[in-house]
């Protein structure tokens, strides 16, 4: 189970090469999509039906989404890919908090943006993401 954020990133460095060797990762950080984690520990097991985890990379070509293991925290499949062209634009509602922060994506064919909360512990790989993907810094 990869508890350390530098393990996590390399993971996912690791499968964006298998999938494309010429691209390489900028920043990766990790998000439970969903409605606010508070809420959803305060249901318990039912809530967390409602979560899903993912890891958002910034790469030189693309925004590359991956799912996440819950359990061992390693990159699954790539939900999404989006060119790095079209991904200006897909970001709103960024809100920092003091533990949860979040930030909605627009992901492709899905009706409305989805919430992406972000631990405090990737708060600095968030900002560098949101820097990109709005081309504005995050305050």
């Known amino acids: 189970m990869a508890v350390k954020k530098a ?3 390399q993971q996912v460095a690791e499968a964006i090469a298998q999938i494309n060797p010429a691209d390489r990762p900028v920043v990766t950080v990790q998000v439970i999509a969903g409605p606010s984690v508070w809420l959803m ?12 985890y993912y890891f958002v990379t910034v ?4 925004v590359v989404v991956h799912k996440a293991s819950r359990w061992s925290n390693r990159p699954q ?3 999404f890919a989006i060119p ?5 634009g897909l970001v709103s ?3 920092r908090n003091t533990l949860w922060s979040y930030f909605r994506l627009q992901l492709p064919n899905t009706p409305k943006p989805t919430r992406m909360n972000v631990h405090r512990i990737w708060r600095a790989e968030m900002d560098q ?3 990109i993907l709005t081309a504005q810094p995050v305050a």
Request: aromatic share 4%; hydrophobic share 50%; glycine share 10%.
């Open 7 to 9: 393990t996590m990133q």
């Open 41 to 52: 520990s305060m249901l318990g097991l039912i809530g967390q039906a409602f979560l899903t």
């Open 59 to 62: 790469t030189e070509q693309a």
């Open 77 to 79: 499949e790539i939900a």
């Open 84 to 88: 790095a062209g079209e991904a200006a």
């Open 93 to 95: 509602d960024i809100n």
């Open 129 to 131: 993401v949101l820097t």
